[in-house]
């Protein structure tokens, strides 16, 4: 089955850029999206089709996708982005994947 | 304001059956695929159905083929899963979540999620 590798933990400074590397095989073929999940609450899409943002997320958020990679970057991290990130795609159209998700840490 | 709202949770005995109910609001419900996701206690996402539009489509993970059956009912404006035969391992949070128009896509809002709990 497919499978979707990210590191557990990023550690990242206030104002500083935080980069979540989301890995799978030939993951460039397929469209990466991802979610921040803050805890207690609901994931929340912060990138879809690889690059593209949803109405309301900050432009800090911006994301890639080539090769077997897919990259969420937060530049001029803030406190508030401090969460849980999940990274997804589709395998054959049949079966969804999340990544095992990054614990992202303000310091 | 797009809505998900889900219901039906709670605690269940191992091979018991629970039907969870997800009422949409502020969009074409019928127009959307929809997916219902879960999370273990502690752990990570897990996607686990998805209906297409017109609900003649259903695909589900491995893990709950054969026990699981996702519905809609579009004139209700709600999403349903039926679970059967829950094992411990069925533990999580179940959210619905608000698919694409049309194919696979990204999941965009979730509801609050609803809590099932398999023990005896």
């Known amino acids: 089955s497919y499978e979707l590798t990210q590191p557990p933990s990023v550690s990242v400074s206030p104002g500083q850029t935080a980069s979540i590397t989301c890995s799978g095989d030939?993951?460039?073929?397929?469209?990466a999206c991802w979610y921040q999940q803050k805890p207690g609450q609901s994931p929340v899409l912060v990138i879809y089709?690889?690059?593209k943002r949803p109405s309301g997320i900050p432009e800090r958020f911006s994301g890639s996708n080539s090769g077997n990679t897919a990259t969420l970057t937060i530049s001029g991290t803030q406190a508030m982005d401090e969460a849980d990130y999940y990274c997804?795609?589709?395998?054959?159209?049949?079966?969804?994947?999340f990544g095992t998700g990054t614990k992202v840490t303000v310091l | 304001e797009v809505q998900l709202v889900e219901s039906g949770g709670g605690l269940v005995q191992p091979g018991g059956s629970l039907r969870l109910s997800c009422a949409a609001s502020?969009?074409?419900?019928?127009?959307?695929?929809m997916h219902w996701v879960r999370q273990a206690p502690g752990k990570g996402l897990v996607w686990v159905s998805r209906?297409?539009?017109?609900?003649?489509?259903?695909i589900y993970a491995d893990s709950v083929k054969g026990r699981f059956t996702i519905s809609r009912d579009d004139a209700k404006n709600t999403l349903y899963l039926q679970m059967n035969s829950l094992r411990a391992e069925d533990t999580a949070v179940y959210y619905c979540?608000?698919?694409?128009?049309?194919?696979?896509?990204?999941?965009?809002?979730w509801g609050q999620g609803t809590l099932v709990t398999v023990s005896s």
């Open positions: 089709q690889d690059t």
């Open positions: 030939k993951l460039g073929n397929k469209y």
């Open positions: 502020g969009f074409t419900f019928s127009s959307y695929w």
């Open positions: 209906i297409n539009s017109d609900g003649s489509s259903t």
């Open positions: 979540a608000r698919g694409s128009v049309a194919g696979p896509g990204w999941f965009d809002p």
């Open positions: 997804q795609a589709w395998d054959s159209n049949t079966a969804c994947v």
